[in-house]
């Protein structure tokens, strides 16, 4: 284990902005007690609000972590994630967008609940609380977990719970206000922190020059051969669209900036704002792990790249700044999960069944929920933790593939195809996530691929649950002798303006020509 060892300076800084932090959030909870909605954007957010924040939910230090993990172990290959993803955020901003903004929903669970009906919604708000549990508690904790064993050097449970009861603490301090109030403030300040990582890097291993005599020469191709075992080219193109469709299209928290923008045209700008800036995570996040492994090849745990980098080349008192950024927007990330996670339930599924419940039981219902969330997902995380023969980067991709499928054929089906029925998309939300999830524990746990040669790619093996999931509602459909009609009215779907038109055309542009070189070689 290659641990961090903290100066008395880092510490000093690190205490000194979590205390400033916890203070921010006092002062804000008694500034705001006039009822005056915080989070509710009463639809007025223009483009660059929109593109920060769908880009900021984005790239938490998680994907920060796991991007350099992915760059030292293969190279720029994983920045398909980020840049393949600008066809699904395109995707947003003329199909799902116009047609959210059409039928003036809030939610998404909503928008399907108008679509086929009150069974589907209630079916969506379960299967939301299952993917805030795995993809933004389980994961978030997973990688924090491993941020945190590196300076004390314990146990993965121990970690995730240490930062369980920050994130606990901060909430009845009255810090996750404070959070919310400094997230902007957190993400410039890591973008700033990564973009001097890579400064640094790139003039200690002697520039772009020094860099590409020191690392494979595959490591500056988009796309690898079929046959390579951590990113073929065929499972990327036909896998990653699965994930592309449920992350960027039909997730409520990536979603929902847009669902507040001002009108239409903000949507298509701030999306197309956000497809812009996903091309500095390679840069950004991708790039310090190349460098990585052009410094210290001998580095045992691609997943310690990043911190590795940080510990190395920054001054004492820095790497402490670096901590605490990154700590706190892991403690925020986990208290907004956690917080989601006891709204959905208490609101959308426990209120249904309690119609006439008090305030104070609903709290206590919350509370309840949270500590089962927590410890739900703790296990979740040891059980992540035990996966063997993956790095950081795929762990976080095959979880998340064996999640998406259902949700892009519901939403998929839901808005390309009338004939589709409710019967259908509870088919898909409910035999299909189990179906899904149940294959993902095969591959990851008991039959993990790393010894059985069996299994296809993990983004093959998404690919072929959602073609499953597809064919399975189709049948459904086409035999329900009493499909119920949908109540969903998009209203007169708004032409694109030529501005936005321009834009997209050359993002489209730059994007085929950053793939163009980048497999030139």
């Given at each position: 284990?290659?641990?961090?060892?903290?100066?008395?300076?880092?510490?000093?800084?690190?205490?000194?902005?979590?205390?400033?932090?916890?203070?921010?959030?006092?002062?804000?909870?008694?500034?705001?007690?006039?009822?005056?909605?915080?989070?509710?954007?009463?639809?007025?957010?223009?483009?660059?609000?929109?593109?920060?924040?769908?880009?900021?939910?984005?790239?938490?230090?998680?994907?920060?972590?796991?991007?350099?993990?992915?760059?030292?172990?293969?190279?720029?290959?994983?920045?398909?994630?980020?840049?393949?993803?600008?066809?699904?955020?395109?995707?947003?901003?003329?199909?799902?967008?116009?047609?959210?903004?059409?039928?003036?929903?809030?939610?998404?669970?909503?928008?399907?609940?108008?679509?086929?009906?009150?069974?589907?919604?209630?079916?969506?708000?379960?299967?939301?609380?299952?993917?805030?549990?795995?993809?933004?508690?389980?994961?978030?904790?997973?990688?924090?977990?491993?941020?945190?064993?590196?300076?004390?050097?314990?146990?993965?449970?121990?970690?995730?719970?240490?930062?369980?009861?920050?994130?606990?603490?901060?909430?009845?301090?009255?810090?996750?206000?404070?959070?919310?109030?400094?997230?902007?403030?957190?993400?410039?300040?890591?973008?700033?922190?990564?973009?001097?990582?890579?400064?640094?890097?790139?003039?200690?291993?002697?520039?772009?020059?020094?860099?590409?005599?020191?690392?494979?020469?595959?490591?500056?191709?988009?796309?690898?051969?079929?046959?390579?075992?951590?990113?073929?080219?065929?499972?990327?193109?036909?896998?990653?669209?699965?994930?592309?469709?449920?992350?960027?299209?039909?997730?409520?928290?990536?979603?929902?900036?847009?669902?507040?923008?001002?009108?239409?045209?903000?949507?298509?700008?701030?999306?197309?704002?956000?497809?812009?800036?996903?091309?500095?995570?390679?840069?950004?996040?991708?790039?310090?792990?190349?460098?990585?492994?052009?410094?210290?090849?001998?580095?045992?745990?691609?997943?310690?790249?990043?911190?590795?980098?940080?510990?190395?080349?920054?001054?004492?008192?820095?790497?402490?700044?670096?901590?605490?950024?990154?700590?706190?927007?892991?403690?925020?990330?986990?208290?907004?999960?956690?917080?989601?996670?006891?709204?959905?339930?208490?609101?959308?599924?426990?209120?249904?069944?309690?119609?006439?419940?008090?305030?104070?039981?609903?709290?206590?219902?919350?509370?309840?929920?949270?500590?089962?969330?927590?410890?739900?997902?703790?296990?979740?995380?040891?059980?992540?933790?035990?996966?063997?023969?993956?790095?950081?980067?795929?762990?976080?991709?095959?979880?998340?593939?064996?999640?998406?499928?259902?949700?892009?054929?519901?939403?998929?089906?839901?808005?390309?195809?009338?004939?589709?029925?409710?019967?259908?998309?509870?088919?898909?939300?409910?035999?299909?996530?189990?179906?899904?999830?149940?294959?993902?524990?095969?591959?990851?746990?008991?039959?993990?691929?790393?010894?059985?040669?069996?299994?296809?790619?993990?983004?093959?093996?998404?690919?072929?649950?959602?073609?499953?999931?597809?064919?399975?509602?189709?049948?459904?459909?086409?035999?329900?002798?009493?499909?119920?009609?949908?109540?969903?009215?998009?209203?007169?779907?708004?032409?694109?303006?030529?501005?936005?038109?321009?834009?997209?055309?050359?993002l489209i542009i730059v994007m085929i020509g950053l793939y163009i070189f980048f497999n030139g070689h």
């Amino acid at each position: 284990m290659n641990n961090i060892f903290l100066e008395p300076l880092d510490w000093t800084i690190l205490i000194a902005y979590f205390v400033i932090l916890i203070a921010i959030g006092i002062w804000a909870s008694m500034k705001r007690k006039k009822g005056s909605s915080l989070f509710m954007a009463e639809h007025s957010l223009k483009w660059h609000h929109i593109g920060f924040s769908m880009w900021g939910t984005n790239v938490g230090p998680s994907m920060l972590i796991a991007s350099a993990s992915a760059g030292f172990t293969t190279g720029i290959v994983s920045g398909n994630y980020a840049w393949y993803a600008f066809v699904f955020i395109c995707l947003l901003a003329f199909v799902f967008g116009p047609r959210y903004l059409g039928a003036k929903v809030t939610t998404l669970p909503e928008f399907m609940g108008r679509r086929f009906g009150q069974s589907t919604r209630n079916i969506l708000a379960w299967y939301t609380i299952v993917t805030i549990i795995i993809s933004w508690l389980a994961l978030t904790l997973f990688a924090g977990g491993i941020l945190i064993r590196q300076i004390f050097d314990i146990p993965m449970w121990q970690s995730a719970l240490i930062l369980l009861v920050i994130s606990a603490f901060f909430t009845m301090a009255g810090g996750l206000k404070a959070v919310a109030y400094t997230n902007v403030f957190q993400m410039l300040l890591l973008i700033l922190v990564s973009a001097t990582l890579t400064v640094v890097g790139l003039s200690k291993v002697g520039g772009i020059e020094g860099l590409t005599a020191n690392v494979p020469a595959n490591y500056w191709n988009l796309f690898l051969p079929n046959d390579d075992p951590a990113f073929p080219w065929l499972p990327i193109l036909l896998g990653y669209p699965i994930m592309g469709v449920w992350f960027w299209c039909t997730d409520q928290s990536m979603v929902q900036p847009v669902l507040a923008a001002k009108n239409l045209t903000q949507g298509q700008l701030g999306t197309n704002f956000t497809a812009w800036l996903k091309i500095l995570d390679v840069p950004l996040y991708i790039l310090p792990g190349i460098i990585c492994f052009a410094l210290y090849p001998t580095l045992k745990n691609p997943d310690e790249a990043y911190m590795t980098m940080v510990t190395n080349l920054f001054p004492i008192g820095m790497v402490g700044l670096v901590m605490a950024v990154l700590t706190a927007a892991l403690v925020s990330t986990i208290g907004s999960a956690l917080n989601a996670l006891s709204t959905v339930f208490t609101i959308d599924i426990y209120q249904k069944k309690h119609p006439n419940i008090s305030e104070q039981k609903m709290i206590n219902v919350g509370r309840v929920v949270t500590v089962v969330g927590s410890v739900v997902s703790i296990l979740i995380c040891i059980a992540i933790d035990s996966i063997k023969g993956l790095n950081l980067f795929n762990v976080f991709q095959s979880v998340l593939g064996f999640i998406a499928p259902p949700m892009s054929a519901v939403f998929l089906f839901g808005v390309f195809w009338k004939r589709a029925t409710t019967k259908a998309a509870n088919f898909a939300l409910t035999i299909g996530t189990v179906f899904s999830i149940g294959i993902g524990i095969l591959y990851l746990w008991v039959f993990p691929a790393e010894e059985y040669t069996f299994w296809p790619h993990f983004m093959m093996l998404s690919f072929d649950l959602f073609v499953a999931i597809c064919v399975g509602m189709i049948i459904v459909s086409l035999f329900d002798k009493n499909p119920q009609g949908s109540q969903l009215d998009f209203g007169k779907l708004e032409k694109p303006s030529w501005g936005v038109i321009a834009l997209w055309t050359l993002l489209i542009i730059v994007m085929i020509g950053l793939y163009i070189f980048f497999n030139g070689h």
